[in-house]
């Protein structure tokens, strides 16, 4: 491996020469303990940063194995590492030069603590993956600005931010404490019959609509009514045993009703982002819901591909039927439902559902409107009819509905927040269902059934545009380029990072190219996916290389249900459904 001289003396040869001269750099170099891979040059100033890899070896990086041996704890400890290098490269000044000169940045995440391709900690070594822009002046190379970014900063980034002795002290157990009793809390749910856990002192509210951070004026913390108070064991660590008390949601169907404005909404977001951990000070560390979880909305204009839509819509105008539900442009009402279906496809046994973001006629139909427009022309059978159906079938759902009261009949248990504060109303609740009866009659027809299997096709992806083989892009969190299609996810709310969507993107490249095959059902590819994930971690997305290691790219990890709700909305896609399935061309 080449040394510091080699780099310094490189750089010195190559300065104001043309840009590309800076690809002699490709490789690595040992400066000092430390060894720095440059695994990718940009091939101007104002292109994609460079991609380098720095890497510590544990003798000197020193952190206690207790912090990185299990994985739970080392995905906290390289969370955390990476938000320190984020802290400490935000700190420096930027050096000279034109177009991206001197810029470096890491794939530092926002409140959720995600696993991420960011930094490795390893049994030898930490490694971070870094971007930055080589210094130029015009189009040439600025050598001796670059000397000192490669060997000077990184060396100091490095020192200051990749070693156990440079964080505050107790600050890595802490983070990694609470990262590990987040996921404990969440292991025990299902044992304990429990959805979802709120602490009592979780901060729910955030800053402001554009912003994850907690509200800091005004806030008032949760505290659980002792209805539904319940205490959990934290993590085992040494000394005393320690427990959390909070809210706990038990599973069936869990109404969260309210005045507006009393902070029904704002629960009901904590929950959609307690299937991920928080960090320390965030206000939802407290905050744990089951990792299948997912929110559903109305998301009209989605691409719908061959749902079977049966159990919530019959035959629609124009004698279509709801079997193989198939649409470019899908209502609020169907799209709902779709949304539905497809999270169960993908494995859910937890919906999240807000009356401000529901098709209302998916939601209710009230006696009223069922004496006017007679069953026969309304081909939707609203959620109220089914929710109960599916806690039969071990779905449940937490449901935020101020609105109608035709859920009272319905619920295990209902959630009053009355100035931000949850009561436990379910006694209430059940007087005044008995007290005024809806009137209306239940319209299911046919009992509702698990979805079957689909299959996707293959052919019916393509990552490929123009004369590139491969094109994948992601546009924030919000919006992924596959190929020539864009696919939006701005109904995917359970996406948090940019990260995650690329990480989907370079997923339905590998499904495509290894696991759909015309044969395995969406579950089974989620399933492989996972697999291979939690075989090989995020590293697996990289580009491929014969020279070994390289930088793999910005990566989080996504969940299954989030890989499904890309496929699902992806154009092209189309899938084969089970032979005893309507079919519609
Ligand atoms: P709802 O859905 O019941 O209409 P929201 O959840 O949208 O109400 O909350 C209304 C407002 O109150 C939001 O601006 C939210 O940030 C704020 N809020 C929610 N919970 C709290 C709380 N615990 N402390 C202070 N403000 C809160
Ligand atoms: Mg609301």
New binding site residues.
């Given amino acids: 491996m080449r040394g510091e001289q080699e780099l310094r003396s490189i750089l010195g040869r190559i300065d104001g020469r043309g840009y590309a001269a800076y690809r002699e750099l490709t490789g690595s170099f040992r400066l000092g303990a430390l060894e720095l891979a440059v695994d990718h040059v940009q091939p101007d100033p104002f292109a994609p940063p460079s991609r380098v890899r720095l890497r510590v070896p544990m003798d000197d990086a020193r952190f206690d194995p207790a912090l990185w041996r299990e994985r739970v704890r080392r995905i906290a400890l390289e969370d955390l590492l990476a938000r320190a290098l984020a802290r400490e490269i935000a700190r420096r000044p930027r050096g000279a030069g034109e177009g991206k000169s001197g810029v470096v940045s890491v794939d530092s995440g926002g409140q959720e603590v995600l696993e991420r391709s960011a930094v490795a900690v390893r049994p030898d070594s930490v490694e971070a993956r870094l971007s930055l822009g080589l210094p130029a002046e015009g189009r040439r190379v600025l050598g001796w600005e670059a000397g000192k970014l490669l060997c000077d900063e990184l060396r100091h980034l490095a020192r200051i931010a990749l070693r156990a002795s440079a964080l505050a002290p107790g600050e890595a157990e802490a983070f990694v404490a609470c990262v590990e009793d987040q996921e404990h809390l969440r292991e025990q749910l299902r044992g304990a019959g429990l959805v979802a856990f709120l602490a009592d002192g979780a901060v729910?509210?955030?800053e402001s609509g554009a912003s994850e951070r907690p509200?800091a004026a005004?806030?008032?913390a949760l505290c659980a009514p002792d209805a539904l108070r319940v205490e959990l064991p934290l993590a085992d660590r040494r000394g005393a045993p320690r427990t959390a008390r909070g809210l706990g949601i038990p599973e069936g169907v869990t109404l969260v009703v309210?005045g507006?404005?009393?902070?029904?909404?704002?629960l009901l977001r904590a929950l959609e982002r307690g299937v991920y951990p928080h960090v320390p000070g965030d206000g939802r560390e407290g905050v744990v819901t089951r990792g299948d979880a997912v929110t559903i909305r109305a998301e009209d204009g989605r691409r719908v591909e061959r749902v079977d839509l049966s159990g919530f819509i019959g035959r629609l105008p124009g004698g279509r039927v709801a079997g193989a539900f198939t649409s470019d442009d899908a209502s609020g009402s169907t799209s709902q439902a779709a949304n539905i279906v497809e999270a169960l496809e993908a494995g859910s046994r937890l919906l999240l559902l807000d009356e401000?973001t529901s098709a209302t006629n998916f939601m209710v139909r009230d006696a009223r409107m069922q004496a006017l427009v007679p069953k026969e022309r309304e081909p939707i059978t609203p959620f109220v009819d089914r929710v109960r159906e599916l806690a039969g079938l071990g779905v449940s759902t937490v449901l935020?509905m101020?609105g109608s009261g035709d859920y009272l009949d319905a619920a295990d248990t209902v959630i009053e927040?009355r100035a931000?504060q949850p009561h436990a109303v379910t006694e209430a609740a059940r007087e005044v269902a008995r007290a005024h009866p809806t009137g209306r009659t239940t319209e299911r027809a046919a009992p509702f059934a698990l979805p079957e299997p689909r299959v996707p096709l293959p052919g019916s992806l393509d990552a490929s545009k123009g004369r590139r083989e491969l094109r994948i892009a992601v546009h924030g969190r919000e919006l992924l380029e596959f190929g020539v299609e864009k696919i939006e996810l701005r109904g995917v709310p359970q996406l948090v990072d940019a990260s995650q969507t690329r990480a989907v993107g370079q997923l339905l490249e590998v499904a495509r190219r290894r696991f759909i095959d015309g044969k395995a059902g969406l579950a089974e590819i989620l399933d492989a996916l996972d697999a291979l994930l939690d075989e090989r971690g995020l590293d697996a997305l990289g580009p491929e290389s014969e020279r070994g290691p390289r930088h793999p790219g910005d990566f989080a990890r996504p969940r299954r249900y989030e890989i499904a709700a890309a496929l699902n909305r992806l154009r092209s896609v189309r899938v084969a459904s089970g032979p005893s399935r309507e079919r519609i061309s």
């Fill in positions: 729910l509210p955030r509200l005004g806030a008032l309210g507006g404005y009393h902070g029904k909404s704002t401000d935020v101020g927040m931000f």
